[in-house]
T-cell receptor
């Protein structure tokens, strides 16, 4: 069985400061990891996926299989980054398992 | 292009009753999945339908059932409601290729309260 852990429920940073959201997973197969985001009064939406190795809105995430982690990072947080962030793992049967989420607040 | 729409947005039921939640997929999407999101938790996978067939199920009892119609809209049915069924129910659609890429398009959810 797969499991996704986001140890921080809440994260508060100042505008311009770096932000890092932690995500750890357990899965016996070959994992595919994603970050989903939910802005205030908006729907849950895909932010980025590890397989694309892309930077979206300044965010990057590296899959570390040795540490079973997929932390999300941004060097300079902006106020518009305030949102709920979910780490998700896709298993071989294409089922997505989500973590409990981290609420990020960026203060001016 | 219309997004994923769900109905009703809110509803209240009592223990033992049955509920049906509805979802219209985003235009062109043939895969739909349902998630349960309890307060303070992430979405939990219930099941997924591809071209009217269930092709994946999470750890939910049989009283959670679903349907997908030829127009790819979908229903989630829950029988014999329990208090713990109180949650936000999310529908997500994707192209079959979206299942491979992991990009799901979510609706705004139906909030169910069981008294």
């Amino acid at each position: 069985a797969q499991r996704v852990t986001q140890p921080e429920k809440l994260l508060s940073v100042f505008k311009g400061a770096p932000v890092e959201l932690k995500c750890n997973y357990s899965y016996s197969g070959s994992p595919e990891l994603f970050w989903y985001v939910q802005y205030s009064r908006q729907r849950l939406q895909l932010l980025l996926r590890h397989i694309s190795r892309e930077s979206i809105k300044g965010f990057t995430a590296d899959l570390n299989k040795g540490e079973t982690s997929f932390h999300l990072k941004k060097p300079f947080a902006q106020e518009e980054d305030s949102a709920m962030y979910y780490c998700a793992l896709r298993s071989d049967d294409y089922k997505l398992s989500f973590g409990a989420g981290t609420t990020v607040t960026v203060r001016a | 292009e219309t997004g994923v729409t769900q109905s009703p947005t809110h509803l209240i039921k009592t223990r033992g009753q049955q509920v049906t939640l509805r979802c219209s997929s985003q235009s062109g999407h043939n895969t739909v999945s349902w998630y349960q999101q309890a307060l303070g938790q992430g979405p939990q996978f219930i099941f997924q339908y591809y071209r009217e067939e269930e092709n994946g199920r999470g750890n939910f009892p049989p009283r959670f059932s679903g349907l997908q119609f030829p127009n790819y809209s979908s229903e989630l049915n829950v029988n014999a409601l329990e208090l713990d069924d109180s949650a936000l129910y999310l529908c997500a659609s994707s192209l079959s290729s979206g299942v491979v890429t992991g990009e799901l398009f979510f609706g705004e959810g139906s909030r169910l309260t069981v008294l």
